[in-house]
């Protein structure tokens, strides 16, 4: 079945340190992969996706990911994190082979604490 | 405005009334999603509009729960006898093609009391 996994429900960084939030798949094919931030009491704001071409993606605020295919990962990146990035992540994946139905397969979301 | 509107913000009813929330997508997106989240939670799909086909309403959890979406624009979802699980903030997003990011509304907060 068609899945997309968050391991860590939370993740505590230091500011100024290095961030990466994990998400990995399972879909067949080649996924169309997404990354979401949600502040609280907000909808989910488009951080970056990866549909095709280069594996490294670089989205809004600073931040980064990767698309690995051998290990079926879209990992969420940034080199220095902020106090202000301290949110809720979602990672989601679409398999492009679905034809017209475009329903996205989310993950359950990563809440980020950027300690000052 | 440029964005996924929702409407009320905030709902406060009783149980077992009916409630209606409103969603106006961005101009000329196709398709049309709603979802409910729980404080904190996840994603929980509940409905997707595309264009002139019929909608996957797959997600509704009940038959207390339907949508609908007038002449490709704006959708209302409508809640009947409301129940206290039913409380929750109910997202809108909307998409233009499909390997574009969905825009998501700030959402209604649905509290039943």
């Known amino acids: ?116 | 405005g440029a964005g996924v509107s929702q409407s009320p913000s905030n709902k406060v009813t009783e149980k077992g009334k009916d409630v209606e929330l409103r969603c106006d997508p961005i101009s000329g997106h196709t398709a049309l999603y709603w979802y409910r989240q729980s404080l904190g939670q996840g994603l929980e799909f509940l409905i997707y509009f595309q264009g002139n086909s019929a909608p996957d309403k797959s997600g509704l959890p009940s038959d207390r729960f339907s949508a609908e979406r007038t002449g490709g624009s704006v959708s209302t979802l409508t809640i009947q006898r409301t129940q206290q699980e039913d409380s929750a903030v109910y997202l809108c997003a909307t998409q233009s093609y499909s390997n574009q990011p969905q825009h998501f509304g700030d959402g209604t907060r649905l509290s039943i009391l």
């Open chain 1, 1 to 116: 079945a068609q899945s997309v996994a968050q391991p860590e429900d939370q993740v505590n960084v230091a500011e100024g340190n290095p961030l990466t939030v994990k998400c990995t798949y399972s879909v067949s094919g080649n996924p169309y992969l997404f990354w979401y931030v949600q502040y609280p009491n907000r909808g989910l704001q488009f951080l970056l996706k990866y549909i095709t071409g280069d594996n490294l993606v670089k989205g809004s605020y600073g931040f980064e990911a990767e698309f690995n295919k051998s290990q079926t990962s879209f990992h969420l990146k940034k080199p220095s994190a902020l106090v202000s990035d301290s949110a809720l992540y979602f990672c989601a994946v679409r398999d492009p082979n679905a034809g017209n139905n475009r329903k996205l397969i989310w993950g359950l979301g990563t809440s980020l604490a950027v300690n000052p």
